[in-house]
């Protein structure tokens, strides 16, 4: 096997023809450097260096062929270990990013800005997903972070961290009788027919709506379930059934849905980062993200 340092040596040689000059290139004495030239001709069995006596000409065929894969093989080691330790600070690599819907309403943006600006040469994949579906990608591997509604289920090895807060609102067609009242209170929604979204795939967000529903007396009467916050929402726009979401995502269709808010305390909620074993470029996107700078 070459090795890189003779490669190195046999280039400055070659655009050198002069071995006095390459070895002052290279910070060595010039007879160890002719002693190394031979030991790679006689390595790979054929002449690289033209010569006449002590003199040397030029490079052979085979010296000129071997000159061009040369600087291409350190070009492309030279590559490797600076990929290598730019992957190990998190400068390069790959963020894979999971979230829920809300999250997208709230400080999640300025937080992907801000990495972004910082760390241009990661690839930072977004993708929204439930609660449940992220966890399955943190622990299947296919996600290296998740924006999540605690609490959670099955999440031996998974590190949450507080990152944003939100409160829950009542949603309604602009059409729904209810939707000329200014003020609602949840008890208001008692006879009405709901959109909400599988506990499976949401179970903190699932039991705080159930939650609010029952202490205002009634248990809500789910008319459809709805795989994510934009799928609730569209279907509340086309008068299919009111619902309880996120007041972050009061934008969302704001032509078509009336939002009012719910003032009792336990309508608020967290958002948490969650990880699990994260690569280099993954812990740093959570640094930023956690970092209370605007």
């Given amino acids: ?89 998190g400068r390069s690599g790959r963020v894979r990013l999971g979230y829920v819907g809300s999250a997208l309403y709230g400080r999640l943006p300025d937080r992907i800005r801000s990495y972004r600006a910082i760390y241009p040469n990661v690839d930072l994949e977004l993708r929204e997903a439930t609660t449940a579906a992220q966890l399955t990608g943190l622990q299947e591997g296919s996600l290296d972070v998740g924006v999540v509604i605690p ?46 979204w599988p506990m499976l795939e949401g179970r903190g967000f699932h039991l705080q709506v159930i939650r609010l529903c029952t202490n205002a007396g009634f248990v809500p009467r789910v008319v459809q379930e709805a795989h994510g916050m934009h799928a609730v929402l569209s279907l509340v726009a086309v008068g299919a059934g009111v619902a309880i979401v996120p007041e972050s995502m009061q934008t969302f269709r704001k032509d078509r849905i009336r939002y009012r808010s719910i003032v009792e305390p336990t309508a608020a909620f967290s958002l948490c980062l969650a990880t699990l074993a994260p690569s280099p470029s993954a812990s740093e996107f959570v640094k930023i993200a956690m970092s209370t700078d605007p």
């Fill in 1 to 89: 096997m070459i090795d890189l340092r003779k490669m190195e040596q046999f280039v400055a040689v070659a655009e050198a023809l002069h071995f006095h000059r390459a070895a002052e290139r290279l910070g060595m004495s010039q007879p160890p450097l002719t002693v190394a030239m031979r030991r790679l001709e006689a390595d790979l069995g054929v002449a690289l260096l033209a010569r006449e006596g002590k003199r040397m000409l030029g490079l052979t065929t085979a010296g000129e062929a071997f000159l061009r894969e040369a600087r291409e093989t350190l070009r492309q080691a030279d590559t490797a270990i600076r990929t290598a330790r730019e992957t190990a600070a």
């Fill in 151 to 196: 609490p959670l289920t099955e999440t031996e090895g998974v590190t949450l961290q507080s990152f944003d807060h939100d409160r829950l609102c009542i949603a309604l067609a602009k059409e729904h009788p209810l939707a000329e009242q200014e003020t609602l209170v949840v008890a208001d929604l008692a006879d009405e027919a709901f959109i909400l």
